[in-house]
């Protein structure tokens, strides 16, 4: 088992309302990733790291933010959240020399 | 957003027999693949790689077939078991784009008892 962490896994909330997906790892690795995925759909990238202070978007376009302050830590927020914004939200970790990434449970967001 | 949109293609084989899925990638600079297995509800769990210098990888009841020639990937399990019922994902890294893990779309495995 991958030690990697979201919180919540499930996640219902009112439009317009700041949000923050939990995302850590304990396992030091550098690379961290968020990716987004509709229920039987494939996986979106939307925001990676390679370490601290370093965030870049992904190749599907979010409204999202994400911060790298700490190596384990790797927080998704919505500002103000819209029923587009529904779906799920996996987050990942891979170290420096090592593609393989290992996955979070998700956080289920539906927004009403 | 959520999406009403195209299903997964779906493999339904028979427990005990083989099964093949297959993966078609787009981009002919990538240089390391991954197989991935998503059950219901959770993350997705890591099976077998390959890297682009390699056509064959055999792992524990699965192989990896590599054809860069026309960009096709497939995933063989064999002696295929209910807990193998998933979705199966296949994803590639570019060569110079060491950070980022593109996935395909795809293909959900059903086993009949």
Redesign the interface.
């Known amino acids: 088992e991958a030690d990697i962490y979201q919180t919540p896994r499930y996640l219902v909330i009112g439009t317009g309302k700041k949000i923050t997906l939990e995302c850590s790892q304990t396992m030091g690795h550098d690379k961290m990733y968020w990716y987004q995925q509709d229920p039987g759909m494939e996986l979106h990238l939307i925001h990676y790291s390679y370490g601290v202070n370093s965030t870049e978007k992904g190749d599907l376009s979010s409204e999202s933010t994400v911060s790298r302050i700490r190596t384990e830590h790797f927080p998704l927020t919505l500002e103000s959240a819209r029923p587009s914004h529904t779906s799920q939200y996996l987050c990942a970790s891979s170290t420096r020399g090592n593609t393989e990434a290992f996955f979070g449970q998700g956080t289920r967001l539906t927004v009403v | 957003?959520?999406?009403v949109?195209?299903?997964?293609p779906t493999l339904s084989v028979q427990e005990g027999d083989n099964s093949i899925i297959n993966c078609a990638y787009s981009n002919s600079a990538s240089d390391?693949f991954?197989w991935?297995k998503q059950e219901s509800?959770?993350?997705?769990?890591?099976i077998i790689?390959i890297r682009s210098n390699m056509d064959k990888r055999q792992g524990q009841r699965v192989t990896v077939l590599l054809n860069k020639t026309v960009k096709h990937l497939s995933l063989q399990i064999a002696a295929t078991q209910p807990g193998d019922s998933a979705?199966y994902?296949c994803a590639e890294?570019m060569s110079g784009s060491?950070?980022?893990?593109?996935?395909?779309?795809?293909t959900r495995l059903l086993v009949r008892p």
């Open positions: 957003g959520e999406s949109g195209l299903h997964l390391y991954i991935y509800g959770k993350g997705p769990q890591f790689d979705v994902f890294n060491s950070y980022k893990l593109i996935f395909g779309s795809g």
